[in-house]
């Protein structure tokens, strides 16, 4: 898609790993706004666009 080929290999974490704890990393736009006062700027696709082009 962005002229890159990656291969994704997925490592599950260890049962003695703290990390797995964490299982929804998925943030909520509204709670973010209640609770930090933070709203986003640019939607998904454009800030991936933009992470990209950055990191080009």
Do not use: H
Request: overall charge positive; glycine content about 8%.
């Amino acid at each position: 898609m962005w002229g890159r080929t990656l291969e994704v290999i997925f490592k599950p974490y260890s049962a003695d790993d703290a990390r797995q704890m964490v299982q929804n990393r998925i943030g909520c736009p509204k709670r973010a706004t209640a609770d930090l006062g933070f709203t986003y700027q640019y939607d998904l696709r454009a800030g991936l666009q933009r992470l990209i082009d950055w990191r080009g």
